[in-house]
Structures are given as structure tokens and as C-alpha cells.
Nanobody, 120 residues
């Protein structure tokens, strides 16, 4: 089992910045990829960014160049630095951790979500 706790959401004006953090606990040695997803009201949850244990990153086209995902394996924490925020970035942001074991296969774990609201 993996537990994820997010922090860092809030209200910011367009053009501003926020930094989200997600701390993992539990069976952390089994975590491979970690990432951030977001869900706006009335929309499906969508990928924002992912990062592998080795540091390879992947971004949604809509955030590339503005958001940066990073990971501190020693602290079991993943971060999302969000710059040049736009009103369309308003959503609940969820941390994700993916684990693998030969016994259970691939499993996804989710945090409780943190709200990001960008005012125009």
C-alpha cells in the first residue's frame, strides 16, 4: 500500500506561480512512475506530467514550458512547479504513484487532491 498526501494548492492570479508537493509513504520501494493529473468540473481527469524513478519526464502539451515536475527519491516526494498559470489551469490536482510487483502487477495510487484556482 502507498499513501500520498498533496499540498500547495491555492488561489493565484493569472501569470502567477504555485508549487505542489506530494509526499509518499508506505511501500515506497515499489513505486516506479509518479505524476500529476488534474480534473476540472465537468471534465475528465487528464495527465499533467509524469516522472520515472530515473527522472525521465513527460508533459501534456498544454503545460509544456510552463510546468516542471521533479522528484526527490530520498524524501519520497514529487513536486510540480507551475509558472505562468492561466485560468484554464484551474482544477483539482491529483498526485499519482504507480507500483509494480510480480505478485500484484501494476497498481495506481492516488492522493486526495488539492485545488488550484487561477483568477483572470
Amino acid at each position: 500500500q502507498v499513501q500520498l498526501v498533496e499540498s500547495g494548492g491555492g488561489l493565484v492570479q493569472a501569470g502567477g506561480s504555485l508549487r505542489l508537493s506530494c509526499a509518499a509513504s508506505g511501500s515506497i520501494s515499489s513505486i516506479n512512475d509518479m505524476g500529476w493529473y488534474r480534473q476540472a468540473p465537468g471534465k475528465q481527469r487528464e495527465l499533467v506530467a509524469t516522472i520515472t524513478r530515473g527522472g525521465t519526464t513527460n508533459y501534456a502539451a498544454s503545460v509544456k514550458g510552463r510546468f516542471t515536475i521533479s522528484r526527490d527519491n530520498a524524501k519520497n516526494t514529487v513536486y510540480l512547479q507551475m509558472n505562468s498559470l492561466k485560468p484554464e489551469d484551474t482544477a483539482a490536482y491529483y498526485c499519482n504513484a504507480q507500483t509494480f510487483s510480480f505478485a500484484t502487477g501494476v497498481r495506481d495510487y492516488w492522493g486526495q487532491g488539492t485545488q488550484v484556482t487561477v483568477s483572470s
